[in-house]
């Protein structure tokens, strides 16, 4: 039986082709804003998708429309079998990328180029070596560099994620987009979003508007070109006139971009989520390890999705932390 592409399609009409993929919850880094001060309870190894769990599951996917994977962690390269779930990812003709902090890049940048996964997302929140230790927790600010580099200089296409958040980084702005004068990359400010644990407060946000006026206030309104966003984007994109990169502002808070939305989540230990806000999720892993078809369960899980965030339409009702405390810490999630 030819599978059905309807199983993706929700009740708004929106098809999702692009699915993302935590391979665990571990990272070598302990961001602020991700993982909880006092950390969080991993799940078992037990409990984790397999290699071959990760490809029969995502295969599923795939036949009934997917035609992008993202692999997300915790941080993805951690997985002592990465070189295994790429080789067999990459069977399943989908676009592949992958989104790191970079620091593992180095060891394994020749299994990227073997299996052609050529975009990369790496997080990086600060351009000074002491601020990225007070918000990592750890001395591998020259690493990231170094692998962003080796990256570029092999032909990669490169997004550098960049949380702001204020008090620690909004006067960073700038920096960062001159950046892109001299190097190919796509910066991408994401406004500071809740998840558990890691004490969102609206007052340390910066606004897309926030970002534009700093953005205004460095170049002049003829040099800043608004490019054309992309398909499904998530990202409304810029470029300074002249300058090699680009940049772009995720704002899922004060902008959110959900009409649009193709992207659904499996988590480490087999879960979908539907929404990165979204309390609710529906396991995969424990039917499919009794044999059971997971069908019926990844459409039910698409069509319950809300149309806006989880079912949060205001930025009021995202200061409610009763209607997102439930949620998972963003490294549980996979980013």
Not at 51 to 78: C, M, W, Y
Not at 267 to 279: E, P, V, W, Y
Not at 298 to 310: H, Q, T
Request: proline content about 3%.
């Amino acid at each position: 039986m030819k599978p059905s592409k309807s199983i993706l399609t929700d009740d708004f009409g929106r098809k999702h082709n692009y699915l993302r993929i935590s391979l665990l919850e571990k990272c070598n880094l302990r961001c602020t804003y991700c993982m909880p001060a006092d950390g969080i309870e991993l799940s078992p190894k037990a409990s984790l998708m397999t290699a071959h769990e990760i490809f029969s599951i995502a295969q599923t996917f795939v036949e009934n429309g997917v035609d992008k994977i993202r692999l997300t962690g915790g941080e993805p390269l951690l997985r002592k079998d990465f070189p295994e779930i790429i080789a067999q990812l990459s069977t399943l003709g989908v676009s592949l990328s992958i989104t790191t902090n970079g620091i593992l890049i180095d060891r394994h940048i020749d299994v990227l180029k073997q299996y052609n996964i050529r975009k990369i997302n790496l997080s990086l929140d600060t351009l000074i070596s002491s601020k990225f230790h007070s918000v990592t927790l750890r001395n591998q600010f020259e690493k990231v560099i170094d692998n962003l580099h080796l990256l570029l200089n092999n032909d990669f296409q490169v997004k550098v994620n960049v949380v702001l958040i204020k008090g620690f980084n909004e006067n960073e702005i700038t920096d960062f987009i001159k950046l892109t004068q001299f190097l190919p990359i796509s910066i991408r400010f994401i406004e500071f979003m809740p998840f558990a644990g890691n004490q969102w407060d609206r007052s340390k946000m910066i606004s897309e508007n926030d970002i534009l006026s700093e953005l205004a206030k460095a170049f002049s309104a003829d040099e800043i070109l608004k490019l054309e966003d992309e398909k499904n984007f998530t990202a409304r994109t810029y470029k300074i006139k002249n300058f090699q990169g680009d940049f772009g502002i995720i704002s899922s808070i004060t902008n959110p971009f959900c009409d649009g939305c193709n992207r659904i989540r499996l988590t480490a230990n087999g879960k979908i989520k539907n929404c990165l806000f979204s309390n609710s999720e529906t396991d995969l892993l424990t039917p499919f390890r009794k044999g059971e078809s997971i069908t019926n369960l990844i459409g039910d899980a698409v069509k319950s999705k809300k149309k806006i965030r989880a079912g949060m339409v205001t930025i009021a009702e995202m200061d409610d932390p009763s209607l997102h405390f439930d949620n998972r810490s963003m490294i549980a999630i996979g980013g």
